[in-house]
């Protein structure tokens, strides 16, 4: 039998199933319910009991509390699951600064080719360690003397690894090796969640997403999280590109159309292949042409600084006020390096 479970103050409200510990059932509905190790050490997911009742599950102590916090009626939330409707007093995460930032070994599980130079890799967090993030947010990869930066491309709803789509940079430090030498279960060290590029979920505006090559990864990982939270707010996604093999996961874009009226998708190359009917030229200019007024909307863009600078110009020409212009630049990390 499912219970309900309620959120102070934030007003969250959502069904809990049988066998699932609070945090879970929170997670699962996009609820940014704060975590740290997902298995009762850490106490970062602990919160008060206002109503209702639990039970730990695995006959779990919650040694993080204290003994002032067990008689105030605390309780470590990933391990207790709700036994009636409950109500539970926490501080949901409203902003990048609240989370914790792990450095942590990962295992690569999964490399899946997207296009000729795309690649898809899906990182494992260790068994007692897991990493809260905001959808849209980057990770680093750390070698011993260099890190570079890749988005994560899932939503934290469905955290059980870590998602990254991958470009290749000719002559890169690292990115050759996940094209050339990397194999399943290779150890990578990473840093993070890091940056303040995630949709902001108070807003009711609509949105204008805008993705540069491989920036569709936070960008997926943001509509994701949108879409499980239910927000009917309009997104006009722009997916700027080479060629139509550079539309990695065109499938995906159009289920989301198929299924959710408010989405739109708009993939636009930049290099058009012969054959092709949809729009041609650069994402910008595509954006700039449709919207004569950005006052009331949000936008989001990600990619190579070149074209977030673009956006940003085209949007600020259209009205849109330099606060919501949320942006995440790709810049390329070894362009810089030892100057
Ligand atoms: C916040 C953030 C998030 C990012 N997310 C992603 C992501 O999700 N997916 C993704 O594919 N990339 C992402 N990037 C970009 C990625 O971090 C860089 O592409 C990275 O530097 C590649 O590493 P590398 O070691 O292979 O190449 P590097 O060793 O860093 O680069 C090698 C050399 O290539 C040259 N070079 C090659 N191509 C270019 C170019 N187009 N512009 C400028 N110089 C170039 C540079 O001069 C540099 O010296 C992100 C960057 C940032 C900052
Ligand atoms: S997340 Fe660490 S104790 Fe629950």
């Not at 990048?96 to 450095?103: D, F, L, P, R, S």
């Not at 807003?203 to 997403?209: K, P, T, W």
Request: hydrophobic share 35%.
């Amino acid at each position: 039998m499912a219970n309900r479970i309620q959120l102070q103050p934030s007003g969250h409200d959502f069904e809990s199933k049988e066998g699932e510990n609070i945090l879970e059932s929170a997670l699962e509905h996009g609820v940014a319910f704060p975590y740290g190790c997902q298995n009762g050490f850490c106490g970062a997911c602990k919160a008060k009991v206002v109503s209702g009742d639990y039970e730990y599950q695995d006959e779990y102590k919650p040694q993080p509390l204290t003994e002032d916090e067990l008689a105030d009626g605390m309780v470590i939330c990933c391990k207790a699951e709700a036994k009636s409707d409950l109500t539970v007093a926490v501080e949901v995460v409203k902003g990048a600064e609240e989370i914790k930032v792990h450095n942590m070994p990962t295992k690569v599980v999964k490399i899946e080719k997207l296009a000729d130079d795309v690649v898809r890799l899906y990182l494992k967090t260790p068994e007692d360690e897991s990493m809260q993030f905001l959808a849209g947010q980057y990770i680093e990869i750390l070698m011993e003397d260099k890190r570079r930066a890749f988005s994560i491309a899932n939503a934290p709803h469905n955290n059980e690894e870590i998602e990254l789509h991958i470009r290749l940079v000719e002559g890169g430090y690292f990115t050759p090796h996940v094209f050339n030498e990397m194999t399943e279960k290779e150890i990578l060290r990473i840093e993070g969640p890091l940056g303040g590029f995630y949709l902001r979920e108070d807003s009711r505006n609509d949105i204008v997403m805008i993705a540069g090559g491989t920036g569709f990864a936070p960008i997926k990982g943001i509509i994701e999280h949108a879409i499980e939270l239910g927000k009917k707010n309009m997104i006009h996604l722009y997916w700027g590109v080479r060629g139509q093999k550079d539309i990695y996961l065109r499938e995906l874009a159009e289920q989301w159309v198929a299924e959710h009226e408010n989405i739109k998708f708009v993939p636009v190359l930049s290099n058009a292949d012969e054959g092709w009917e949809g729009r041609s030229g650069y994402v910008h200019e595509a954006v700039f042409e449709d919207f004569y007024d950005l006052s009331g909307r949000d936008v989001y863009v990600a990619g190579p600084p070149v074209m977030v600078n673009a956006c940003r110009e085209a949007c600020t020409k259209r009205k849109l006020p330099e606060k919501r212009f949320y942006s995440d630049s790709f810049e390329i990390a070894g362009a810089t390096e030892g100057k």
